[in-house]
């Protein structure tokens, strides 16, 4: 991965953590155990800290940076998906962060809530605890129910299953110029949508 030490400061990654070779790491960074970054991922600890704790996961074209003295925070079970940006934030154990938001300085997602996909969390706001958050700028939408949160635990148990995954068998190849005739199928995790969990 391309990893870049800044006037001596060095990004930790813990041995049983996936970062995609694409993802960048610079300076003062912290990517604890179990955690998953995906491709293009960019985590710019040049100005202020930025840890990654147990078993979270930042995943593809995410971006991650702050301010000077401020650290940006994910922690234990956090779950940040595909695009996001998160600057001098705070996001609490268990809590998602979805697809393309966008979350600003010192604010804080609380345990277990959730940012819709396209929201955008203002400097400062805090986000209770098992709350929906959406829109532009976000705003308090209803309490999660049981259904949601464990949905949101399966999600994030599949990412960590997934940083396993790459640590066993993900390797670089050349594209083959053809289908095989009985080309297999990536075995596939025991997980759908949230949508298509409610349809039963």
């Known amino acids: 991965m391309p990893c870049y030490a800044l006037e001596g400061v060095v990004p930790v990654v813990d041995p049983s953590a996936y970062v995609h070779p694409t993802a960048v790491l610079i300076g003062d960074v912290i990517v604890g155990p179990g955690c998953y970054v995906g491709p293009c991922a960019s985590l710019r600890g040049d100005f202020g800290r930025i840890v990654l704790e147990r078993g979270a996961n930042v995943q593809d074209n995410c971006t ?74 976000a705003t308090v939408r209803r309490e999660l129910g049981d259904d949601e949160i464990a949905w949101k635990r399966e999600g994030t148990e599949i990412y960590q299953d997934l940083t396993r995954r790459c640590l066993d068998s993900l390797v670089e190849a050349e594209p083959l110029r053809a289908v095989e005739a009985d080309r297999p199928r990536l075995k596939s995790p025991d997980v759908r949508s949230l949508i298509a969990t409610r349809r039963g």
């Open 64 to 137: 991650i940076h702050g301010f000077p003295d401020q650290d940006t925070v994910v922690e234990e079970n956090g779950h940040i998906g595909h695009g996001a940006v998160l600057h001098s934030c705070v996001v609490k154990h268990d809590a998602l962060v979805g697809m393309n938001a966008v979350v600003m300085d010192e604010a804080e997602i609380g345990a277990f809530a959730f940012v819709a996909a396209c929201a955008f969390v203002p400097a400062g706001m805090r986000v209770p605890a098992k709350s929906l958050v959406a829109g532009i700028p």
